[in-house]
T-cell receptor
Framework: ETGVTQSPTHLIKTRGQQVTLRCSSQSGHNTVSWYQQALGQGPQFIFQYYREEENGRGNFPPRFSGLQFPNYSSELNVNALELDDSALYLC????????????FGPGTRLLVL | AQSVTQLGSHVSVSEGALVLLRCNYSSSVPPYLFWYVQYPNQGLQLLLKYTTGATLVKGINGFEAEFKKSETSFHLTKPSAHMSDAAEYFCAVSKAAGNKLTFGGGTRVLVKP
């Protein structure tokens, strides 16, 4: 059984650019959540996808958007990057929407210059 | 809204000494509670969780936590610290299975030889 994987591991962008981060869920998991972890802080919930539909969103602006594909892999897209978007972006998957345990990937570290 | 407070952003313990990490939460509904550990440059690994039932929860690597509803606490303990326990620890709460996780700010543990 493979765990949650994310790509790329590191990324450097400049302010105003757009970025796409990718997540492959653990085998059999149909729910994926994305979190932003700024340096020295706890992760903050961005949004969750269940069977390709957005199922809850945190306090993040619309320039943060996502997709979930039929194979349950997922993307996080951020438009018009700002310096404050620099963070570790974590993807977490769970077996079913009603199951409590979320399994996290290693994260993508984004630096915006 | 839910919130999590972790008392002490840094804790230093000697190898072999008790590890005690404090977590208090606020929730309008019976919570699901979690402790995650994050090693440098890695994602989050689940240590243990409380959903229902027994209030003393045992996790991996010798850690355990006790849910105390009257104190709205979920403190994490380990009787004897090991050098490999040096990491950052996050307490998290959710209000339903598979729902978003709300994290505390984290406690970084340093283990002295």
């Amino acid at each position: 059984e493979t765990g949650v994987t994310q790509s790329p591991t590191h990324l450097i962008k400049t302010r105003g650019q757009q970025v796409t981060l990718r997540c492959s869920s653990q085998s059999g998991h149909n729910t994926v959540s994305w979190y932003q972890q700024a340096l020295g802080q706890g992760p903050q919930f961005i949004f969750q996808y269940y069977r390709e539909e957005e199922n809850g969103r945190g306090n993040f602006p619309p320039r943060f958007s996502g997709l979930q594909f039929p194979n349950y892999s997922s993307e996080l897209n951020v438009n018009a990057l700002e310096l404050d978007d620099s963070a570790l972006y974590l993807c977490a998957s769970s077996l079913e929407q009603g199951r409590e345990t979320q399994y996290f990937g290693p994260g993508t570290r984004l630096l915006v210059l | 809204a839910q919130s999590v407070t972790q008392l002490g952003s840094h804790v230093s313990v000697s190898e072999g000494a008790l590890v005690l990490l404090r977590c208090n939460y606020s929730s309008s509904v019976p919570p699901y509670l979690f402790w995650y550990v994050q090693y440098p440059n890695q994602g989050l690994q689940l240590l243990l969780k409380y959903t229902t039932g027994a209030t003393l929860v045992k996790g991996i690597n010798g850690f355990e936590a006790e849910f105390k509803k009257s104190e709205t606490s979920f403190h994490l303990t380990k009787p004897s610290a090991h050098m490999s326990d040096a990491a950052e620890y996050f307490c998290a709460v959710s209000k339903a299975a598979g729902n978003k996780l709300t994290f505390g700010g984290g406690t970084r543990v340093l283990v002295k030889p």
